[in-house]
C-alpha cells in the first residue's frame, strides 16, 4: 500500500490499533441482522481484524435505514464511549456526503464533527474523513490515481493488485448485500484501489 500524507511524519504513526466499531446496528433494514454480523466478522477476518475487535451495536432509536438521519447527540454519546473504552487515538470515517449519501453514514460524520468542533474528543485523538467524489471519479477505478494525487488531501491510499484482491475477498463475504450494484463497485469502484482522506 502506498501512503502519500501532505501533513507532518508524526500522523504515520496515529493509530496504535484497529479496532472496528460497526454502527450498521445490526444491519436489519432487510431483516438480516444476524446475518450481516457474521459477514461482517468473516470479512474482518480476512482483512486482519480479530473477532474480538469488532463491535456491533444495536440500538432502536439508531435504526439501520439509508433514509433515516439518526440522532447526533445519541451517535456522538455511542461513538465518545467506544473511543474512550478503547482508547482510540485516530477515527477513521465518511464525510458530509457519506460517498454514497447514504444517510446513516452521513451521521456518523456529523457525530464525529459535533465531537471534535466541541473538544469532546480525548487529548491526541484524530479523526480523518473519506472523501466522497462524484460519480465520474467513483468509477474509473486506477485512473482516479493522477486526480486524487493532484487535489489538496491530509493521506491517500493506494492498495497494490495483492491488496485490491483482499479488499475483493472481504467484500464478497457480505453475500447478502452483493446486488448487482455492488459487482459494479467491486470492478469499478476508485474506492477498492484508492482512498483520499483529511484531517477533521
Not at 109 to 132: D, F, I
Request: hydrophobic share 45%.
Amino acid at each position: 500500500m502506498v501512503r502519500l500524507w501532505n501533513s507532518p511524519k508524526e500522523i504515520l504513526n496515529l493509530a496504535k490499533n484497529t479496532v472496528l466499531l460497526c454502527l450498521l446496528f445490526s444491519g436489519n433494514y432487510y431483516n438480516q441482522g444476524e446475518i450481516r454480523k457474521k459477514e461482517l466478522e468473516q470479512s474482518c477476518f480476512l482483512l486482519g481484524i480479530p473477532a474480538s475487535d469488532v463491535r456491533v451495536i444495536d440500538h432502536r432509536d439508531l435504526p439501520d435505514n439509508p433514509a433515516v438521519e439518526w440522532d447526533t447527540q445519541l451517535l456522538a454519546a455511542f461513538v465518545l464511549k467506544h473511543i474512550e473504552a478503547n482508547n482510540i487515538n485516530l477515527v477513521v470515517t465518511f464525510d458530509a456526503g457519506g460517498v454514497s449519501g447514504h444517510a446513516n453514514h452521513i451521521s456518523l460524520y456529523t457525530a464525529l464533527r459535533y465531537l471534535h468542533s466541541e473538544r469532546k474528543l480525548p487529548e491526541g485523538c484524530h479523526v480523518l474523513v473519506l472523501e466522497s467524489v462524484n460519480l465520474f471519479r467513483k468509477y474509473i477505478s486506477i485512473l482516479d490515481v493522477p486526480i486524487s494525487c493532484l487535489l489538496p488531501g491530509d493521506a491517500l491510499f493506494i492498495l497494490t493488485e495483492e491488496e485490491t484482491a483482499q479488499a475483493r475477498r472481504a467484500m464478497r463475504c457480505h453475500r447478502s448485500q452483493l446486488l448487482w450494484f455492488r459487482h459494479i463497485y467491486m470492478l469499478f469502484s476508485r474506492y477498492m484501489v484508492i482512498n483520499s482522506l483529511r484531517l477533521l
